[in-house]
């Protein structure tokens, strides 16, 4: 085996389905950068990294998938909100309806 291909390639499809990753755990939960990131960490065996996620959520902004409000704290700073525009919601169905498609198609030929 290749271990070096094997996780070259395992690095190229975490980067490949991150997007697909933040809407799905954004698409009923609003959360702030530190509680995303332990969320992701819960769910999956994904771990993101702050250098990471706060560009991608950036262009997620941009691409008005995604929204922020900042919201104060009774005790400390204020932390930053992130949340599912409407456009967010409609791109996410249609990815989903990818994946799903996809993840068929790969498991048809991985038997």
């Given at each position: 085996m290749n271990e070096?291909?094997?996780?070259?390639w395992?690095?190229?499809?975490?980067?490949?389905?991150?997007?697909?990753?933040?809407?799905?755990?954004?698409?009923?939960n609003e959360f702030y950068g530190y509680e995303f990131i332990e969320e992701v960490k819960k769910l999956t065996d994904i771990e993101i990294?702050?250098?990471?996620?706060y560009p991608l959520m950036n262009?997620?902004?941009?691409?008005d998938l995604v929204s922020s409000k900042w919201?104060?704290?009774?005790s400390g700073?204020?932390?930053?909100?992130?949340?599912?525009?409407?456009?967010?919601?409609?791109?996410?169905?249609?990815?989903?309806i990818y994946w799903a498609q996809l993840s068929t198609?790969?498991?048809k030929i991985s038997k």
């Open positions: 070096i291909f094997v996780t070259k395992k690095s190229q499809v975490k980067k490949g389905t991150l997007t697909f990753v933040v809407l799905n755990v954004l698409r009923n990294a702050e250098g990471t996620f262009r997620l902004k941009k691409e919201v104060e704290q009774e700073i204020p932390r930053k909100y992130y949340v599912l525009t409407e456009t967010g919601k409609e791109t996410l169905k249609q990815m989903q198609s790969i498991k």
